[in-house]
C-alpha cells in the first residue's frame, strides 16, 4: 500500500508539473497568447502609419499634379514660401512683437 500511495505522488506531480509547462507555453510560447497580443498590436501600429503614409502620399501627388499644371498655384507657392514678386510690385516682411 505505502508504494501505490507514493507511486500516485508522484504521478501526480508530473502530471501538475506537464500541466504546468503547457500552460506556460499556451501563454508565454512562441504562438502563445502573449506573443499573439504583442503581435496584433505591433500589426495595428504599423497598419495606422501605412493609413499615414498612404494619406501624405495622395496629398503629395496631387500637389505634384498642382505644381505641374494649376500656374495660379505656382505664383501663390513662390510669393508665400520664397518671398518673389512681380516687377514692380514690393515685398514686405512683417515681424512680431515680441510680448514679454
Known amino acids: 500500500m505505502v508504494g501505490s500511495n ?4 508522484i504521478i501526480r506531480a ?7 509547462a503547457l500552460l506556460i507555453t499556451f ?4 504562438h502563445g497568447l502573449y506573443h499573439l497580443y504583442t503581435l496584433r498590436a505591433e500589426r495595428k501600429k504599423i497598419q495606422k502609419e501605412i493609413n499615414f503614409l498612404r ?4 496629398i503629395l501627388e496631387d ?6 499644371t494649376d500656374y495660379k498655384y505656382i505664383e501663390e507657392m513662390a510669393r508665400e514660401k520664397y518671398r ?10 512683417v515681424i512680431e512683437k515680441e510680448e514679454n
Open 14 to 20: 508530473l502530471l501538475f508539473l506537464g500541466l504546468t
Open 63 to 68: 500637389e505634384k499634379v498642382r505644381l505641374k
Open 6 to 9: 507514493f507511486q500516485k505522488k
Open 84 to 93: 518673389m514678386a512681380k516687377k514692380g510690385e514690393k515685398v514686405f516682411k
Open 27 to 30: 501563454f508565454f510560447g512562441d
Open 55 to 58: 494619406n501624405q502620399r495622395t
